[in-house]
């Protein structure tokens, strides 16, 4: 049995009515968001397939967010009828799954539920996922080779690297670089060596014919003798062949 007075009843059933009102005027005060009328209209062209996406983008991006509040609108409609039916039925408090009476308090703060809060529907996650993921899984999707041993070519990654070089919205705080401490490193992998595998390949030439070994004193060099791995012995030959 609900626990529910009749007094109750009336205020909750008066509200959900207010609300359904109010809801409904406010549809009708602003043609549903707009969604009466074409995208066309709003743009001024003959087609709201231009030379490119950007040319509308505003107005893509205005609709978009009007059908998701037409969407959100229509469900809380459809929430209220129910619970209004639920009332009209003698049912009303009394939750769909387990059979429990709602507290007061609940149907207080959420008029138009129909369940008790631990079989609220809202509370379960999700498992429905964008179909971009079938190919966008794992990152970079078919493209990216870092699972492939045998490959060492440019792939998707790399190509996402470059681009990221020219920022993008994460912080330091989002990167995937647990100790990344300013913007030069937030991108993936930023500590990875550009151009060469090793880093002393970074810093020795050679000339045409491929004999003559040079060390090149660049940045990659110095960092290559602090870490304490330099060999010396690479400066004298050097010296003793000039």
């Avoid at 066309?40 to 609709?63: K, V």
Wanted: hydrophobic fraction near 30%; include cysteine.
């Amino acid at each position: 049995m609900t626990t529910l007075t009749n007094a109750h009843i009336k205020l909750l059933q008066s509200r959900l009515l207010d609300e359904q009102h109010d809801i409904e005027h406010r549809l009708a005060e602003n043609d549903h968001y707009g969604l009466s009328h074409s995208l066309r209209d709003d743009t001024g062209e003959l087609s709201s397939i231009d030379n490119h996406p950007g040319d509308i983008a505003t107005e893509l991006y205005e609709r978009e967010k009007d059908v998701a509040l037409l969407e959100q609108e229509d469900l809380h409609l459809r929430r209220i009828d129910a619970a209004l039916d639920a009332i009209a039925s003698g049912s009303y408090g009394i939750c769909l799954t387990c059979n429990e009476p709602i507290p007061f308090e609940r149907l207080d703060a959420v008029p138009d539920t129909l369940y008790c809060i631990e079989h609220a529907p809202r509370q379960h996650l999700s498992l429905r996922r964008p179909v971009e993921e079938l190919v966008l899984d794992p990152p970079f999707g078919r493209t990216s080779m870092d699972e492939h041993d045998n490959y060492n070519g440019f792939d998707g990654e790399d190509a996402w690297q470059i681009v990221e070089q020219w920022g993008n919205a994460d912080s330091p705080a989002m990167s995937e670089n647990r100790d990344v401490a300013d913007y030069d490193h937030v991108g993936i992998e930023a500590y990875e060596n550009d151009g060469f595998v090793e880093p002393i390949e970074s810093f020795l030439a050679t000339d045409i014919t491929g004999r003559h070994v040079s060390v090149i004193r660049n940045r990659e060099y110095s960092h290559y003798l602090h870490a304490g791995e330099g060999d010396h012995g690479l400066e004298t030959e050097e010296l003793d062949e000039k």
